[in-house]
């Protein structure tokens, strides 16, 4: 079955550390974005990519990083000047820039802590 | 830059009672709208999406929306809830330019609890 993987599940970090958040997908889709879930504040977009080797900053990006280097990848590093990273994060994709096909897929998420 | 307000934060309705949720949007142009649902532990699913034509939209396991456009609105409604319809909410837009949709702004959420 196609679908989003998104890896670890629960990840913990000690404060000054980066880390990075793995997403891939086998959908074939071209366009891939990663969002922050807060309680209370919905899905805040932090960075997309609509095909290889490019991306945009969302409205949160700073304090992330990301690379696109193959189509089906698109990890997200949360670095250490991320003031407040304890959160859910959800990967997901589409088809293109064109939505209208099915909305996105998402992935499971990965719930980081910061210790 | 578009947003999306979902008014209610926390419904708590009993098994079999009506559920009408908010979402309102700010934007301009035309706009592509969708309503996601994420149930406990799982992913978000597509419960419905409005792209054109008919405002009225059906979704999976009974649930609608009414697109109307001159309240900048879309909101989600089901006649007769079912405790499994507890879950998370959100409303989302994505305004379209160029011809085409891009990436989604999702509002709030709102949190449904049924009572059995």
């Given at each position: 079955?196609?679908?989003?993987?998104?890896?670890?599940?629960?990840?913990?970090?000690?404060?000054?550390?980066?880390?990075?958040?793995?997403?891939?997908?086998?959908?074939?889709?071209?366009?891939?974005?990663?969002?922050?879930?807060?309680?209370?504040?919905?899905?805040?977009?932090?960075?997309?990519?609509?095909?290889?080797?490019?991306?945009?900053?969302?409205?949160?990006a700073e304090g992330y990083s990301v690379s696109r280097e193959k189509k089906e990848s698109f990890p997200l590093?949360?670095?250490?000047?991320?003031?407040?990273?304890?959160?859910?994060?959800?990967?997901?994709?589409?088809?293109?820039?064109?939505?209208?096909?099915?909305g996105y897929t998402f992935g499971s998420g990965t719930r980081l802590t910061v210790v | 830059a578009q947003s999306?307000?979902?008014?209610?934060?926390?419904?708590?309705?009993?098994?079999?009672?009506?559920?009408?949720?908010?979402?309102?949007?700010?934007?301009?142009?035309?706009?592509?709208?969708?309503?996601?649902?994420?149930?406990?532990?799982?992913?978000?699913?597509?419960?419905?999406?409005?792209?054109?034509?008919?405002?009225?939209?059906?979704?999976?396991?009974?649930?609608?929306?009414?697109?109307?456009?001159?309240?900048?609105?879309?909101?989600?409604?089901?006649?007769?809830?079912?405790?499994?319809?507890?879950?998370?909410?959100?409303?989302?837009?994505?305004?379209?330019?160029?011809?085409?949709?891009?990436?989604?702004?999702?509002?709030?959420?709102?949190?449904?609890?049924?009572?059995?």
């Amino acid at each position: 079955d196609g679908g989003i993987t998104q890896s670890p599940k629960y990840l913990f970090r000690k404060e000054g550390q980066n880390v990075t958040l793995s997403c891939e997908q086998n959908l074939n889709h071209d366009a891939m974005y990663w969002y922050r879930q807060d309680p209370g504040q919905g899905l805040r977009l932090i960075y997309y990519s609509q095909i290889v080797n490019d991306f945009q900053k969302g409205d949160i990006a700073e304090g992330y990083s990301v690379s696109r280097e193959k189509k089906e990848s698109f990890p997200l590093t949360v670095t250490s000047a991320q003031k407040n990273p304890t959160a859910f994060y959800l990967c997901a994709s589409s088809p293109g820039s064109d939505l209208r096909a099915r909305g996105y897929t998402f992935g499971s998420g990965t719930r980081l802590t910061v210790v | 830059a578009q947003s999306v307000s979902q008014h209610n934060h926390h419904v708590i309705l009993s098994e079999a009672a009506s559920l009408e949720l908010g979402c309102n949007y700010s934007y301009g142009g035309t706009v592509n709208l969708f309503w996601y649902v994420q149930y406990p532990g799982q992913h978000l699913q597509l419960l419905l999406k409005y792209f054109s034509g008919d405002p009225l939209v059906k979704g999976i396991k009974g649930f609608e929306a009414e697109f109307i456009k001159s309240k900048f609105s879309f909101n989600l409604r089901k006649p007769s809830v079912q405790w499994s319809d507890t879950a998370e909410y959100f409303c989302a837009v994505s305004p379209i330019s160029s011809g085409s949709a891009r990436q989604l702004t999702f509002g709030s959420g709102t949190q449904l609890t049924v009572l059995p």
